[in-house]
């Protein structure tokens, strides 16, 4: 089984700063990799994903994320916040391939990103 | 032009009644899921359908009994509400079951009082 750990659960950034938020994962298998972007009582989004390739995922609203097998991570970075990036931010991974039970998401915990002035 | 739409946005009911949610995406996708979201925003998964056939049902209590008429509808119908049913239900759909994309519904907030 798959699991995603996100070990900040709140992140303060002042709007222009630099932001990373952390994910990593635990899977015996090979894994596809995302994060997804919570606004207040709003749905999901996808911000980015890594299924293969390049190491380095760009995603929409500036957000780009780094796949590091050898650490197990996917931590989620943007060089300039602004206010309208608050939010709740999850990482989720489910197997790499088809799986005959069906593939799912498994999430992490989320990370409250606000942004102050 | 909404992918994917759940009704209704928000539910309040009282314990022990029987309430459903209901969800449509109009992607052409052929899987659908149900995920909740508890009040710790914890996010789980609770079924998935493909083609109208179930292939995933983790574990859920039998009172939550999803129907998919067809691939474009999945359905969640909760029996004998309890107040730990309270949370943020999300639908989703995928392209198929091999899992590349997910998009999700605006969630259902059930409130059970």
């Known amino acids: 089984a798959q699991s995603v750990t996100q070990l900040d659960s709140q992140v303060p950034v002042f709007e222009e700063a630099p932001v990373e938020l952390r994910c990593n994962y635990s899977?015996?298998?090979?894994?596809?990799l995302f994060w997804y972007v919570q606004y207040p009582n709003q749905g999901l989004q996808l911000l980015l994903k890594y299924l293969s390739g390049s190491t380095l995922v760009k995603g929409i609203n500036g957000f780009e994320a780094e796949f590091n097998k050898s650490q197990t991570s996917f931590h989620l970075r943007k060089p300039s916040v602004h206010i309208s990036d608050t939010a709740e931010y999850f990482c989720?991974?489910?197997?790499?391939?088809?799986?005959?039970?069906?593939?799912?998401?498994?999430f992490g915990t989320g990370t409250q990103l606000k942004v102050e002035l | 032009d909404t992918a994917v739409s759940q009704t209704p946005k928000y539910l309040v009911t009282q314990m022990g009644n029987d309430k459903s949610i209901k969800c449509e995406q109009n992607?052409?996708?052929?899987?659908m899921y149900w995920y909740k979201q508890d009040s710790k925003k914890f996010l789980k998964i609770m079924f998935s359908?493909?083609?109208?056939?179930?292939?995933i049902n983790e574990t859920v209590p039998n009172r939550f009994s999803p129907k998919s008429p067809d691939k474009a509808h999945l359905n969640l119908h909760i029996n004998s509400l309890e107040l730990g049913d309270s949370a943020v239900y999300f639908c989703?759909?995928?392209?198929?079951?091999?899992?590349?994309?997910?998009?999700f519904g605006q969630g259902t907030r059930l409130t059970v009082v």
């Open positions: 989703a759909s995928s392209p198929g079951p091999l899992y590349t994309e997910a998009f």
């Open positions: 899977s015996s298998v090979s894994v596809y």
């Open positions: 992607l052409g996708h052929d899987t």
């Open positions: 359908y493909n083609n109208k056939e179930l292939i």
């Open positions: 989720a991974v489910t197997k790499e391939g088809l799986t005959g039970g069906g593939n799912k998401l498994t």
